[in-house]
Structure formats: C-alpha cells, structure tokens
T-cell receptor, first 112, second 114 residues
Framework: GESVGLHLPTLSVQEGDNSIINCAYS??????FIWYKQESGKGPQFIID?????DKRQGQRVTVLLNKTVKHLSLQIAATQPGDSAVYFC???????????FGTGTRLLVSP | ETGVTQTPRHLVMGMTNKKSLKCEQH?????MYWYKQSAKKPLELMFV???????ENNSVPSRFSPECPNSSHLFLHLHTLQPEDSALYLC?????????????FGEGSWLTVV
C-alpha cells in the first residue's frame, strides 16, 4: 500500500543554520509532492510543491529535492529562523482525484 | 488569512449531541475537502467534493455527514460521536479536484467529544 514516512520526528537547529527535512515515500507511481508547514494551533500551510518530471525546485529560502530512484524527498530551508519552528509534512499523490497521502511530520525546533 | 475559513474554531459536544462544522473558501476553487488530524497520526482524508459533487468518501462512519451546497461552502454534520472522534478537523480547497492541484487548508476546528 501507499505510505509516506519521515526519517526523524524532531530536528533541532541553530538560528542561521540550514535545515534539511527528509521524507521517504513508497509509491513509485506518485507524481506530485507537497511540503506543508503547520504551526501550533494552525492548519497546514503550503510551502512548495514539485512534480515528478522535476528533481529540484526553489522557492524563497526553501528548496525541494526529489530523488525518484530512491523515492526520497527533502526540504531544505536556508538561514533557518525562529519563525520556521513548526511541524513539517510531506505529502504525495498520484490518483485521478486529489488524494494526498501525508507523513506523520517532523518537528523543527530553531534555537536562537 | 488563508482564504479558507472554518467555524467554530473550538467545539465541545456530548455523545448524543448534533452539531455542524462550517467551512467557507474565498479562493474561487472548485474542490473542497474534509481532513481529520489526530495526535501523532497522519492527516486522514475524509471527503472530497468537486463542483459540489462528492467524489470521495474514505470509509468514514455515517455519524459524519458532509454537505456541499455550493462550491464555496462545505459542512460536516456530526451526530452521536464517540470520544475517539475528538480531533482537529481541517477543511481545504483546491482549484480543481484532480491530482496535482495544490490544496489550501483552513485553520481547523478543534472537536472534543465528552
């Protein structure tokens, strides 16, 4: 069956460092991937997405890398700030109607 | 402001009560969703509506009843819930219902069943 998992439940970094959050997926037919950020008491907030015909996509301070060979997705955050502290989810889909499969999330803690 | 507004933000209800969660999206999207988020579990898709037609019912118990009167509004009617139904219920929308459309979430409704 489909599954999306995260390697680390918690990642602690210093302010200013670069953060890398990893995600593994099992469905090789997945063709769309999204990263969400969820702050305490709020709903998931879209960060960046990538389609399977790409292996890298950049946004503002964030980069998503997709390695289809090993079914691995990562989110890189440059110059991490305290406001980046949150839980980060990856999600994947491949079905006709949008049916995202979410991982359990990685908590990013940024200390000053 | 996410463009997807949910009310109420917090709800406490007894197991014999009937209540409803409301969602409104201001993004001009054609698809709307209900997700459930429990502690330490991945987000679970409950229902998908595309152009006001239900296109996905992810084996959700009948004590949860969705309603989509138009493409901007979505309700989740609740009755005879169980304590294990306590969770954060997230409404979301996307431009279209097909795969590859970015889903935007509301802030959620925290439900506690006592």
């Amino acid at each position: 069956g489909e599954s999306v998992g995260l390697h680390l439940p918690t990642l602690s970094v210093q302010e200013g460092d670069n953060s890398i959050i990893n995600c593994a997926y099992s469905n090789s037919a997945s063709d769309y991937f999204i990263w969400y950020k969820q702050e305490s008491g709020k709903g998931p907030q879209f960060i960046i997405d990538i389609r399977s015909n790409m292996d890298k996509r950049q946004g503002q301070r964030v980069t998503v890398l997709l390695n289809k060979t090993v079914k691995h997705l990562s989110l890189q955050i440059a110059a991490t700030q305290p406001g980046d502290s949150a839980v980060y989810f990856c999600a994947e889909s491949n079905t006709g109607f949008q049916k995202l499969v979410f991982g359990t999330g990685t908590r990013l803690l940024v200390s000053p | 402001e996410t463009g997807v507004t949910q009310t109420p933000r917090h709800l406490v209800m007894g197991m014999t009560n009937k209540k409803s969660l409301k969602c409104e999206q201001h993004l001009g999207h054609n698809a709307m969703y209900w997700y459930k988020q429990s502690a330490k579990k991945p987000l679970e898709l409950m229902f998908v509506y595309s152009l006001e037609e239900r296109v996905e019912n992810n084996s959700v118990p009948s004590r949860f009843s969705p309603e989509c009167p138009n493409s901007s509004h979505l309700f989740l009617h609740l009755h005879t819930l169980q304590p294990e139904d306590s969770a954060l219920y997230l409404c979301a929308s996307s431009p279209q219902g097909g795969a590859g459309n970015t889903i935007y979430f509301g802030e959620g409704s925290w439900l506690t069943v006592v």
